[in-house]
């Protein structure tokens, strides 16, 4: 359950301005998922969510844009945890994923910043990735296959 959420927390600072977390767990509530402030605040920490300056002038959750380590980590952990399988057909790949974590994976994979993947479209449990080219299709499937033997080997 904790992906789905997480997942349905990123959707919802993307899309709306939320300043508190009192704010975020009535969103949630209304999304039909029963969360605590301790949940939020734990989720908000995992997510590394922080606080900037909106429009209107106040402040709002957001993605932290720094790309440093840690975020690649838990952004590669979200991957390997969610992806039930992968297939590629020309320059397009076909994720499936858990139920409700698609587009989870397909912020990890967009913040990994994997080489040749121009962009993804996510549904509930499916992934649609672009590659540049046919022929760099066999690399982002082998740094997949990567991610996933490191799963292996740490269950």
Same mark, same amino acid.
């Given at each position: ?27 949630? #509530? ?16 995992? &997510?590394? &969510?922080?606080?900037? @300056? ?9 993605? +932290? ?6 975020? +690649?980590?838990?952004?590669?952990? =979200? ?8 297939? +590629? ?22 913040? &990994? ?6 962009? +993804? ?5 499916? @992934? &649609?990735? =672009?590659?540049?080219?046919? #022929?760099?299709?066999?690399?982002? @499937?082998? =740094? ?12």
């Amino acid at each position: 359950m904790r992906y789905p959420r997480q997942n349905k927390i990123l959707e919802l600072i993307s899309n709306q301005e939320i300043e508190t977390q009192e704010k975020l767990a009535a969103m949630l #509530k209304n999304e039909g998922f029963d969360v605590t402030q301790a949940t939020i605040s734990r989720d908000i920490k995992e &997510l590394q &969510l922080i606080k900037v @300056l909106s429009s209107t002038g106040k402040y709002k959750y957001a993605v +932290s844009a720094s790309h440093d380590g840690p975020i +690649s980590d838990r952004f590669s952990k =979200i991957f390997r945890e969610t992806i039930k399988s992968f297939a +590629s057909a020309q320059n397009l790949v076909i994720i499936k994923t858990l139920s409700g974590c698609g587009a989870a994976a397909g912020e990890a994979i967009d913040c &990994l910043t994997l080489p040749h993947v121009v962009g +993804s479209i996510a549904g509930d449990n499916t @992934l &649609l990735l =672009i590659v540049d080219h046919e #022929k760099n299709v066999d690399e982002v @499937l082998a =740094i997949f296959n990567d991610m996933l033997i490191t799963r292996a080997k740490n269950q």
